[in-house]
């Protein structure tokens, strides 16, 4: 699984949820998926920019 497929996943789980305990910590999934794809962008981003 992708992290875009993982972070789709994680908000229809968002979008479905009706138990507030399970919304936390769906919520901190997703913000730690977040934090991955950003952190993957930027190690991409400087390979991009260290071969030009």
Do not use: G, P
């Not at 993982?6 to 934090?35: G, K, M, S, W």
């Amino acid at each position: 699984m992708t992290i875009e497929q993982h972070i789709e996943e994680l908000r229809a789980e968002l979008n479905a949820c009706t138990d507030a305990a399970e919304f936390a910590q769906i919520t901190r999934e997703y913000q730690v998926a977040l934090e991955q794809r950003i952190e993957r962008d930027k190690a991409f981003d400087a390979v991009v920019r260290s071969r030009n």
